[in-house]
């Protein structure tokens, strides 16, 4: 019988087939219309010349204007069918990156966004949660940079808030059940960063926004320099009539030097980046105007989120259709000889300026919250995305006041293939809990620690989680399993371990509401078994009783005995067996202390003397 998430492929790969039929009749159209462009200019520049040559100008110029609005008749077709390829284009590489999420195709996804993380991080780079083949790249659709930053943010939460991270799984909940919305969004958000393939960059736009600008010294020069440009036209039109001596040179001489000295240096700033800004703004009208016009039904959370684009008076397109316009106005700097004809005649640039100073100040307050609604609203449906191509991943339950302190059937780790992904039961029945967890090599220790903790990040992010039930208090997250060394800071791994876990002592005395929710693995690997052993124990007495719980996967089989005399200590252990002389795993969770090892089972197998 197929799963929901078998269904689910299915389901985008009739789609995507779909879609590669209607490319290929798009293409058929585009290319009968580049020909017949073709054929209408060839035919229409011949007919011109020979009414010119045989009728004289006037039928020349009725041939031409038929020409010329037949040609653009078929270039507005033309384009217009090329527009619609690119957007079923879009429309079908979201659809071939649902399936790479879905895969696990890590080929497929787009690279990871570039996320700055501490090294000191309580758990980021030992869940994975960032960089290449991380959660981040798995879950992040988003197409803005920031809204890709908000939802790394949200995944290494240290201090988890319980009704932020209600409201975002009410929201994510809803999105859920809007994939068209979420696709389209998509769709319209991509094609404001189509020519550059990159993330559409916020902060580059909220930089030129936030630039000193003097707007009252810039409406004087206007002032004076639009009243010489009507005396220097009015002087040269009464030149040019005769009887009038040059007197325009001087009052355009007097034009260029206040030009020069009052704009021509200081206020050049504002039109740097004019075309990116220009470009960027209004294909970011697409996305807004989207937001506007979409119909979002009963789905309070989502009209929460998308509020500041439904106030009909504030159209957030509209605002940026008027700097759009001036910010093409600006872009004619770009053609020397035009800037200089226009500039000549009256003050282009000082009113330009001018009126995008006065869009600034109005954008001052509007643009960072439009902004702001817009990436929340792409973490969210990174989220929302997550559930949906993995319909058996269920919302969990965040409860502070929950029986016990963390409860799961059937958990699995997000970033393996569903084909392999084993998933175990899982609960801890009160604080001050510590779990030992030994096995094998290869075992799967070290998974069942990262299940865990990637499973509590999604959690408190507001996304759903791979398990069939799980229900837990808020927690802080603490991790110590990638531990590494620093030739640069001069640190030992051992010396780097030691560190690492005196954080984790330091986090568990914080006086904080949240408890502590800590994975260690291989405690105390980086010194010798003796010291090991006797640090081992230490370290793990003084965790029991704290206010937190957590789990330690090692190989010291020593270290189980502390459950003897220790309620709050439990044992658990992961098998292996030799079958046809090769290991094998079933990556199951059992109760108890480990019953075998199989370290010299390896070297055995890989041919090295075993006395």
Request: aromatic fraction near 10%.
């Amino acid at each position: 019988m197929e799963t929901g998430k078998q269904k689910r492929v299915a389901a985008i790969q009739r789609q995507i087939k779909r879609l590669d039929t209607q490319l290929s009749d798009l293409k058929q159209q585009s290319d009968k219309l580049s020909r017949l462009r073709l054929a209408v200019f060839l035919v229409g520049v011949t007919t011109a010349v020979i009414v010119l040559l045989q009728f004289g100008v006037w039928p020349w110029f009725f041939v031409s204007g038929v020409v010329v609005l037949a040609f653009a008749v078929t270039v507005k077709l033309h384009r217009n069918v090329e527009m619609a390829r690119q957007r079923f284009q879009i429309w079908r590489a979201i659809k071939e990156t649902h399936l790479a999420r879905m895969t696990l195709t890590w080929t497929a996804l787009p690279p990871a966004a570039d996320v700055a993380v501490p090294p000191d991080h309580p758990f980021a780079l030992d869940l994975d949660i960032v960089g290449s083949r991380s959660l981040l790249q798995l879950v992040d659709t988003a197409v803005s940079v920031e809204g890709s930053k908000r939802l790394a943010a949200w995944l290494l939460e240290t201090n988890p808030v319980l009704p932020t991270a209600l409201d975002r799984q009410a929201a994510v909940a809803e999105l859920v059940r809007m994939p068209i919305f979420r696709d389209k969004l998509t769709l319209n958000a991509t094609l404001a960063t189509e020519d550059s393939g990159e993330k559409w960059p916020g902060r580059q736009v909220l930089t030129w926004l936030n630039a000193q600008t003097n707007g009252r010294s810039l409406r004087s020069v206007l002032w004076v320099l639009a009243g010489l440009a009507v005396v220097n036209i009015t002087l040269l039109l009464l030149y040019l009539a005769g009887g009038w001596p040059p007197l325009f040179l001087i009052s355009w001489l007097l034009y260029g030097v206040i030009f020069a000295l009052r704009f021509g240096g200081a206020n050049h700033p504002i039109f740097e980046d004019a075309y990116f800004l220009e470009k960027s703004l209004r294909r970011l009208g697409m996305v807004f105007h989207y937001l506007e016009t979409v119909r979002l039904g009963d789905n309070k959370r989502v009209q929460a989120v998308c509020a500041p684009f439904l106030d009909v008076a504030e159209r957030p397109s509209a605002h940026l259709k008027r700097v759009t316009r001036l910010l093409a106005m600006a872009g004619l700097r770009q053609n020397p000889f035009l800037w200089l004809l226009l500039n000549g005649l009256v003050p282009w640039d000082v009113f330009v300026a001018d009126r995008l100073n006065d869009c600034k100040q109005d954008l001052k307050s509007r643009l960072p919250v439009w902004l702001d609604a817009w990436f929340e609203l792409e973490a969210l449906n990174s989220l929302a995305a997550l559930a949906y191509l993995n319909p058996d991943a269920i919302f969990p339950t965040v409860d502070v006041a929950a029986e016990r302190p963390f409860t799961a059937q059937a958990i699995g780790h997000p970033l393996i293939p569903d084909e392999t992904r084993i998933c175990n039961d899982f609960q801890i029945d009160e604080l001050g809990a510590v779990d030992i967890i030994t096995g094998s090599n290869m075992a799967g220790k070290s998974s069942f620690l990262r299940t865990l903790g990637v499973n509590l990040c999604l959690a408190y992010a507001g996304g759903p989680v791979f398990a069939q039930t799980f229900e837990t208090r808020l927690f802080r997250l603490y991790t110590s399993i990638r531990v590494a060394d620093s030739v640069t800071d001069g640190f030992s791994y051992f010396y780097a371990e030691v560190r690492r876990l005196s954080g984790l002592l330091a986090a568990l005395d914080d006086e904080d509401e949240r408890p502590l929710f800590f994975l260690i693995d291989e405690i105390f690997r980086g010194t010798n078994n003796r010291e090991r052993l006797v640090g081992s124990q230490s370290y793990i007495k003084a965790l029991v009783g704290q206010r937190g719980v957590g789990l330690i996967a090692t190989h010291d089989l020593e270290l189980v005995k502390l459950a003897e005399d220790r309620p709050l200590v439990r044992n658990f252990h992961f098998r292996d067996s030799v079958e046809n002389g090769r290991m094998t795993f079933d990556y199951l969770l059992y109760p108890g202390p480990c019953p075998t090892t199989n370290a010299l089972k390896i070297m055995e197998l890989a041919g090295l003397p075993v006395e």
